[in-house]
């Protein structure tokens, strides 16, 4: 059996399928960090922000869900990705010129809505967005918070919305320590110029698929999946035609 959902609904599918040992592959939800250190090339890592963060506006369980980047490069970041979300237009998906379309229901965006609250009372700082538009729909504005506190409620959740709180770090061990400080583990992505960096640290991060330098990591040739909460087992790849495993897939651009 191969499911892709939520964790809450693969938990009570794996429970069925123990009854009559049924061989499952399990797709869940993910809390993808996107680490920037400080000696990154901070236009591929915008870019890559963009594409990470906003495919299907968010809603998407590889996107990137918490910014965890060096204090020494996080305002510059923060106000070059501001400014991309700024020029992004929401509208309906139908309709010419439209970015960014709509969340699936009031429920999703009020839960996105609530996520920003609760970040903005706890200290962080609206640079753009952080509100619904006054219009007919289930709408969020494309939102960046920076300075977000490492403990803020909306680290830990899947956002599944057009949302990016940033949060920093000094040293390495202190990244890795925050990327892996979620019981989710589907995707994670790094930006460095340094690959011994890149692939140490994409080594150490607990998650089924690593992206360096690169926002996307889905690839036919590729093993798909994840670690913790995030499922289990592999689709595509050799591992996944040959049996369900827990190995990690790297995806490295250089």
Same mark, same amino acid.
Not at 7 to 36: D, K, W, Y
Not at 198 to 206: N, P
């Given at each position: 059996?191969?499911?892709?959902?939520?964790?809450?609904?693969?938990?009570?599918?794996?429970?069925?399928?123990?009854?009559?040992?049924?061989?499952?592959?399990?797709?869940?939800?993910?809390?993808?960090?996107?680490?920037?250190?400080?000696?990154?090339?901070?236009?591929?890592?915008?870019?890559?922000?963009?594409?990470?963060?906003?495919?299907?506006?968010?809603?998407?369980?590889?996107?990137?869900?918490?910014?965890?980047?060096?204090?020494?490069?996080?305002?510059?970041?923060?106000?070059?990705?501001?400014?991309?979300?700024?020029?992004?237009?929401?509208?309906?998906? $139908?309709?010419?010129? !439209?970015?960014? /379309?709509?969340?699936?229901?009031?429920? &999703?965006? @009020?839960?996105?809505? =609530? +996520?920003?609250?609760?970040?903005?009372?706890?200290?962080?700082?609206?640079?753009?967005?952080?509100?619904?538009?006054?219009?007919?729909?289930?709408?969020?504005?494309?939102?960046?918070?920076?300075?977000?506190?490492?403990?803020?409620?909306?680290?830990?959740?899947?956002?599944?919305?057009?949302?990016?709180?940033?949060?920093?770090?000094?040293?390495?061990?202190?990244?890795?320590? $925050?990327?892996?400080? !979620?019981?989710? /583990?589907?995707?994670?992505?790094?930006? &460095?110029? @340094?690959?011994?960096? =890149? +692939?140490?640290?994409?080594?150490?991060?607990?998650?089924?698929?690593?992206?360096?330098?690169?926002?996307?990591?889905?690839?036919?040739?590729?093993?798909?999946?994840?670690?913790?909460?995030?499922?289990?087992?592999?689709?595509?790849?050799?591992?996944?035609?040959?049996?369900?495993?827990?190995?990690?897939?790297?995806?490295?651009?250089?």
């Amino acid at each position: 059996m191969s499911f892709t959902g939520s964790t809450e609904v693969g938990r009570s599918l794996l429970a069925h399928a123990a009854r009559t040992i049924v061989n499952s592959g399990m797709e869940l939800g993910g809390n993808a960090p996107f680490v920037v250190f400080g000696d990154a090339d901070l236009d591929a890592a915008v870019s890559g922000a963009m594409v990470a963060k906003l495919r299907n506006g968010g809603s998407a369980c590889t996107a990137a869900n918490r910014f965890i980047v060096h204090a020494s490069i996080a305002e510059d970041f923060a106000g070059r990705l501001a400014e991309a979300m700024s020029r992004l237009t929401v509208g309906p998906g $139908l309709e010419p010129g !439209t970015d960014i /379309g709509p969340l699936v229901n009031a429920k &999703t965006r @009020d839960k996105v809505s =609530g +996520l920003v609250s609760g970040a903005l009372d706890s200290g962080a700082k609206a640079l753009v967005g952080a509100a619904a538009p006054n219009r007919r729909g289930f709408y969020y504005m494309p939102t960046v918070l920076n300075a977000v506190p490492a403990d803020a409620a909306i680290l830990g959740e899947e956002i599944f919305g057009p949302v990016a709180p940033i949060t920093t770090f000094e040293h390495i061990d202190d990244a890795v320590a $925050l990327a892996n400080a !979620t019981e989710y /583990g589907l995707v994670s992505y790094v930006y &460095t110029t @340094d690959l011994r960096t =890149g +692939l140490r640290v994409g080594e150490q991060l607990d998650s089924g698929m690593v992206g360096i330098n690169r926002p996307v990591v889905s690839d036919p040739a590729a093993p798909f999946g994840g670690t913790k909460q995030s499922g289990l087992g592999r689709e595509g790849g050799h591992e996944g035609m040959l049996e369900y495993t827990e190995t990690q897939y790297l995806a490295v651009d250089w």
